[in-house]
């Protein structure tokens, strides 16, 4: 392992970490009592009435975000001694059940069983119960932003493509409204940034040499 100066805090990451916070506090504005507006609805709709025949293999990527993937990403982190990310990982695993936890304790709205008159719910989905925000979200955006600085080239937009598969799965088996997604992209945001700031994150032009190789380095 190189010196500490192949580690960095950004400034960056406050910034994106504020404008999170910035986009959360907008979506639980506008859902703050409980309502599902004509736009929201229309995307709902149009994602969540696609074909029955995408259920099977939504149901299997849906599993992307549950809880123990933040655990698993810093078991495997741990195991290619990427001390700081496996650190980061639990992080964002406890940062993630406190926040979506305050929220709830803030703005309350029921999932789409309950919001959506033509609601189609798949999968053995809850019906009822608190929507806003996406824990599953939460967690695999504050994942796809500590994990972000140790990959390169194309391999940074995995992640975020997962980010995006299973913000799909859930409007589309009827979890979540969108803006219960949206929030959590931005409450995963915030996560994310504020683990990335706790912990440092590797230089771009030492990402390579900061810790052993294992997975694909920053550069």
């Not at 406050?14 to 999170?20: I, P």
């Not at 949206?182 to 810790?211: F, H, M, N």
Request: proline residues 6%; positive net charge.
């Amino acid at each position: 392992m190189t010196g500490t100066r192949a580690f960095e805090r950004r400034r960056s990451d406050v910034v994106a970490g504020l404008v999170g916070l910035s986009g959360l506090a907008i979506c639980g504005f506008i859902v703050r009592d409980g309502s599902v507006g004509s736009f929201e609805r229309s995307i709902f709709e149009s994602l969540n009435g696609l074909p029955d025949a995408l259920e099977p293999p939504m149901r299997i990527a849906q599993l992307l975000g549950v809880l123990v993937v933040g655990p698993i990403t810093a078991i495997v982190a741990s195991a290619l001694r990427r001390w700081r990310l496996a650190a980061a990982a639990l992080l964002v695993t406890l940062g993630k059940l406190a926040a979506e936890r305050i929220v709830w304790q803030l703005v309350s709205r029921q999932r789409p069983g309950v919001t959506e008159p033509n609601a189609i719910v798949r999968g053995g989905t809850p019906t009822t119960g608190a929507a806003f925000v996406s824990g599953h979200v939460i967690l695999l955006t504050a994942l796809a932003w500590v994990l972000a600085p140790y990959l390169r080239g194309g391999w940074r937009l995995a992640p975020w493509i997962v980010v995006a598969l299973v913000s799909f799965t859930r409007i589309y088996l009827g979890a979540h409204n969108p803006l219960d997604v949206l929030g959590g992209i931005c409450l995963g945001t915030a996560v994310g940034c504020a683990a990335r700031l706790i912990v440092a994150v590797p230089s771009p032009e030492k990402a390579g040499t900061a810790e052993r190789p294992g997975l694909p380095s920053g550069s």
